[in-house]
């Protein structure tokens, strides 16, 4: 690593004579969609559906994983797994279909594999998050197969800076005795731009208004249910620390950076406790897996907790030079050594390492009267090894490389958009070395019918190869209740897509539409044998291929009722809805429809905001699964800002107290969402 950082810094000195003092952004970069293209593509103009969270929002966000921070945006779940780990959910599909960004480059961590390991970034390391509905694999490869989060932080500063500016916040929550504090600093000396950040957030086992295991849940196994009592879900206390920093070099042709980050949690795993010991088989107690209260030959057994670690080192430059029919190149690295240990009776038990790299170059073109593009190469390189008890991947070597194009004409009134993307993957075990090769493409067109509109629509090609779970698993995996088997002879999973996009913005209204259908040929799933691995007692899963459909859409809807001057107030509503089936059957933890409804009376110095969501009943389930009730959740803020750059928030989450279950998650019937809590933090920008 010392070698890496030598290299960094001979690489920057040797770009300093080319990168001069200062240089001029015409564009909003707030507007432009970084993940949609290495060209600028502003948020109203895009034909896929995307979200964007603010770190305004992120303030507000509750002090969770990446997950169930970005739970309620339209389209987007979380696998909930407790407060300590959560991956996002996106149309119905999560894991690897999800692919989990920071500032472009992959997260090189575990968390694809299973959902009870933690992503290794939290949301409020970042200034902003991008949120990309459907396939854009064209960009990242086919692990973007559902959809993308790319988690942008601030350590490599591609703008100069003027003096000193950053941020801090501090906030404390009820319900789980939350404490979280973060900040940021960022100081410029001439072209030279420094940035340090740290985080700090930590949490007691959270309270909810019901027993922890659902009343269908008690009713399958033949117990009890005692009705609605204020319970607290064991074992799910959460501590993080991360901090880094980063240096920069700005000049008016371009930009060069290193970062360095180091992440520490350890996080309780609710519904993840290990049997060591086999009781009668008049107690059926292998669906009591993730019982922490649960007791064998009278011993309570102790929950499962994660020790994770990560350090991980970022390369980032970009610069302006003519390049044949280029104007521009960009390049962007990342190196982490990534490692957790599930420690199990305060012993380390399983331990999942991920060391590798991924990086990119993007050749952009000029603008020329609307026409932009861009071709681009990704490489990766990561070795993955499981040791212990819950080994249930071998040791693999990956490897994946890809080569991309992208194109768009916007000539105002209409415009045609299109790429091609070729990758291969390869995965290398002691027993075995298999090769995929997917070609992806898209085309897309879009008119601007009349002023404020956008009107879009587009078809895509997706290939995914797949994972080292999917092809090697063979043990039991507790956090999914099941022995799960791969198989080494399946194939890649191509998906033929349509997306249509509607917006529509003038001084009052903002509407945004977007419906979709995809057809996959070979789409992998996890399906029950209806046999029992005879030594750990846990139903047999197997990875199977089957031709799949997947349709829905979301709506996106803002009123301004009424303003005067720096006051306003606002109607917003927001709704979603996915359909999933396959020949097997429907897929499992395929999410409900939901709507949210959102009043806002903006003062000035202080916003008041109401929130009241439904999430609708789920009883289309897959075979074993149990369906889940629907729910209804209340959700108010007050924000006072009395000075410029300072703000004061209290925000109370779940008011009317009720059980809510994230039918994305394993632990649905284990583990129901928080319930009533009151958040108080102060924040200060300067």
Do not use: C
């Not at 480059?105 to 949120?131: N, T």
């Not at 033949?222 to 920069?248: D, K, R």
């Not at 990560?310 to 003519?322: E, F, K, S, V, W």
């Not at 002691?430 to 995929?436: G, N, S």
């Amino acid at each position: 690593m010392r070698r890496l950082l030598l290299l960094t810094s001979a690489a920057m000195a040797a770009a300093s004579p080319a990168l001069a003092q200062t240089r001029d952004r015409a564009v909003d970069v707030e507007q432009v969609i970084v993940t949609a293209a290495p060209y600028v593509v502003s948020m109203d103009s895009v034909t896929t559906s995307v979200d964007v969270v603010t770190r305004d929002d992120l303030d507000l966000a509750p002090s969770s994983g990446l997950g169930d921070v970005l739970n309620g945006l339209p389209g987007v779940r979380s696998t909930f797994f407790g407060p300590g780990a959560s991956r996002p959910v996106i149309r119905g599909l999560a894991g690897p279909r999800v692919l989990v960004l920071t500032n472009g480059v992959g997260m090189i961590d575990a968390s694809a594999l299973s959902p009870d390991h933690q992503v290794a970034v939290d949301p409020q390391e970042a200034k902003r998050i991008e949120v990309l509905r459907g396939s854009a694999a064209l960009a990242y490869g086919g692990s973007a197969i559902g959809g993308v989060v790319n988690v942008i932080d601030e350590r490599i500063s591609e703008q100069p800076v003027d003096g000193v500016s950053g941020r801090v916040l501090g906030a404390i929550s009820s319900g789980d005795s939350g404490e979280t504090a973060s900040g940021a600093l960022k100081f410029g000396q001439g072209p030279w731009v420094f940035s340090v950040d740290g985080l700090r957030r930590q949490s007691a086992d959270y309270e909810v208004p019901t027993s922890p295991e659902s009343r269908r849940q008690l009713e399958a196994e033949g117990e009890e249910y005692l009705g609605p009592v204020e319970s607290t879900v064991e074992n799910t206390a959460v501590e993080l620390n991360s901090y880094g920093g980063g240096v920069s070099y700005v000049g008016d042709r371009g930009f060069l950076g290193v970062a360095v980050k180091q992440t520490d949690t350890t996080y309780g795993v609710p519904g993840h406790a290990h049997e060591h010991e086999h009781e009668d088989e008049d107690h059926e107690d292998e669906d009591h897996d993730g019982d922490d209260h649960e007791e064998e030959e009278g011993h309570a057994e102790e929950g499962v907790k994660i020790d994770l670690q990560q350090t991980r080192y970022d390369l980032r430059g970009g610069l302006d030079m003519a390049l044949g029919p280029f104007e521009k190149i960009r390049f962007s690295g990342g190196y982490a050594d990534y490692e957790h240990v599930e420690i199990e009776d305060g012993a380390p038990a399983t331990r999942f390492q991920s060391e590798g790299w991924e990086g990119r170059l993007e050749l952009v073109q000029p603008d020329r009267d609307g026409w932009q593009g861009a071709v681009g190469l990704q490489a990766l390189s990561r070795d993955f090894a499981a040791i212990g008890e819950e080994a249930y991947v071998p040791s693999v070597e990956i490897t994946e490389t890809g080569a991309f194009a992208l194109q768009r004409l916007d000539r105002d009134a209409w415009g045609l958009e299109g790429g091609l993307r070729f990758d291969r993957r390869t995965l290398e075990t002691a027993a075995a070395e298999m090769d995929f090769d997917n070609v992806s493409a898209s085309l897309g067109a879009f008119v601007r019918p009349a002023d404020g509109w956008f009107l879009g629509a587009s078809l895509s090609r997706t290939g995914r190869a797949p994972t080292e779970a999917e092809l090697f698993a063979d043990g039991p995996h507790i956090a999914t209740r099941g022995y799960e088997v791969g198989d080494a002879s399946l194939g890649s999973e191509v998906s033929y897509a349509f997306d249509a996009t509607l917006h529509y913005g003038d001084a009052r209204w903002d509407l945004d539409l977007h419906a979709f259908a995809v057809q996959y040929d070979g789409f992998i799933d996890l399906r029950p044998t209806g046999a029992e691995d005879p030594e750990s007692e846990l139903p047999i899963y197997a990875y199977r291929q089957t031709d799949a459909e997947f349709y829905g859409g979301e709506a996106e809807v803002s009123y301004r009722l009424w303003s005067q001057g720096e006051s306003s107030f606002t109607l917003e509503g927001a709704a979603d809805y996915v359909h999933g089936d396959t020949d097997l059957g429907p897929p499992a933890r395929i999410p409900p429809w939901s709507a949210t409804g959102r009043a806002i009376f903006d003062r000035g110095w202080w916003t008041g905001t109401l929130e009241v969501r439904q999430v609708g009943e789920q009883d289309r389930v897959a075979e074993g699964e149990l369906p889940t009730d629907g729910y209804r959740m209340i959700n108010a803020s007050l924000v006072f800002r009395p000075t410029d750059g300072f703000k004061v928030f209290v925000e109370g989450r779940n008011l009317n107290d009720t059980e809510a279950r994230e039918h994305a998650s394993f632990l649905k019937d284990l583990a129901p969402l928080p319930g009533r809590s009151l958040r108080m933090g102060v924040g200060y920008a300067f």
